[in-house]
């Protein structure tokens, strides 16, 4: 649409086509937060080149009334996974670090090179027209360019290359068609590519013994399973070491318990134990555990699936980031927070679990800052509620994070 738009003709553009592209533009945000980048330059260019408010109220209805329906239903300003995983944080060393491995198992530089030299080659470095191919070209790689310094920014991600394959694609949209006269940069990346996948890149499983940082998710879950393959059914995770007895865990849980969780009993291996239910409490059966996958998959529809690090958990999601932690994975609600907000019975937990502290989180529960947070999706959703989650996201729920301590609450 872009390219349609920029089109060096006499006559302008005809309408319909700048106000598609305008509402596509404003489609970008809903996608993914940060493809706003892509989407608001192309917005602006457009408004420019026009000079008509019409530009805005194409592009700006549909995502302004989900952002108010956000804010409404979950009382959130952002995406929840922008709450819990700190999206405006500041790791550069990391970055830098998800940036290198995302080149060196390919050598991606090598190529990036040759394309970047065959873009200049072709390059007219005249100020361009507002409406030309040249405006269409640096639209995308400035974006491009910004992205991925946010992704430096924030530390890159867990998951190897994911959160840079949108920028590079971007990037590399301009230069997708190859002129004539650079035929050499295509012919070396289609040999680059050649080399790439019949060398291939070894994975060192060994890394995956030790503290995670960066890995090849496929590869590791195919590792961890004990598998030849990667696991692609339900069943698939039951083997693992960490599922131990969690079959029987959740056909008690259907039976009336409360929750349970991973406990190791004396010289044994770590197994899934239940905890009764205290007969004052409404909590649904709860499973805690920092895969979501393994767990939920394995459950029936009733029982609660939660995590520690917060990406299904607003009151997880809420804890203060763990200092050199990984990025995406850097917050852990403590056992004592998962049993105090739940219908666990704490006199009955098992030896060796400190029922203190469990009392003490389930008191600092009281704690009003907490009940604004349960309240935004907890409460039935009235006209009321929806207000109120409106307000609480443009004020207390933009900035509100929990101490782990339970002390902090019980002055």
Do not use: C
Request: aromatic share 12%; charged share 15%.
């Amino acid at each position: 649409m872009l390219i349609s738009w920029a089109r060096p003709r006499q006559e302008l553009p005809p309408e319909p086509l700048v106000y598609g592209l305008a509402f596509w533009a404003g489609l970008s945000w809903l996608i993914r937060p940060e493809l706003a980048l892509y989407g608001g330059l192309v917005g602006v260019v457009l408004i420019v080149s026009t000079r008509s408010w019409k530009v805005i109220a194409a592009a700006l209805p549909l995502p302004l009334g989900y952002q108010v329906f956000r804010m409404g239903y979950y009382g959130l300003l952002t995406p929840h996974t922008a709450v819990a995983k700190s999206a405006a944080g500041s790791a550069w060393g990391k970055g830098f670090a998800y940036l290198g491995d995302f080149m060196a198992p390919y050598a991606l530089y090598l190529p990036l090179i040759v394309l970047a030299v065959a873009a200049l080659w072709n390059a007219n470095f005249r100020p361009p027209a507002l409406r030309s191919l040249q405006t269409v070209v640096y639209i995308f790689l400035g974006a491009a360019l910004l992205h991925a310094l946010y992704v430096v920014h924030v530390g890159g991600d867990f998951m190897h290359g994911r959160m840079l394959l949108l920028p590079l694609f971007a990037a590399l949209l301009p230069i997708f068609v190859v002129n004539l006269r650079t035929w050499w940069a295509a012919v070396f990346s289609a040999v680059w590519a050649l080399v790439i996948v019949v060398h291939g890149h070894p994975v060192d499983r060994a890394a995956y013994a030790g503290k995670l940082t960066v890995v090849d998710e496929r590869d590791y879950w195919t590792d961890i399973t004990n598998r030849q393959e990667p696991p692609r059914r339900a069943e698939d995770f039951l083997g693992m070491d960490v599922m131990n007895d969690y079959e029987k865990a959740v056909q008690d849980l259907a039976a009336g318990d409360a929750m349970t969780f991973r406990y190791s009993k004396e010289g044994g291996q770590p197994s899934w134990t239940t905890v009764p239910a205290d007969p004052e409490r409404s909590d649904p059966p709860t499973v805690y555990f920092v895969n979501l996958g393994l767990t939920s998959m394995n459950a029936p529809l009733e029982v609660r699936v939660l995590d520690e690090i917060g990406l299904s958990n607003p009151l997880a999601a809420r804890q203060p980031r763990i200092e050199g932690g990984r990025i995406g994975h850097d917050k852990s609600l403590g056992v004592a927070w998962q049993i105090a907000d739940s219908a666990v019975d704490i006199d009955s937990l098992l030896l060796g679990q400190d029922k203190d502290s469990a009392w003490q989180a389930r008191t600092a529960l009281n704690d009003a800052n907490f009940q604004k947070l349960f309240a935004t999706y907890r409460q039935p959703l009235t006209w009321g509620r929806f207000l109120e989650n409106i307000k609480f996201s443009l004020t207390e729920g933009r900035t509100l994070t929990f101490s782990s301590d339970p002390g902090d609450y019980l002055q």
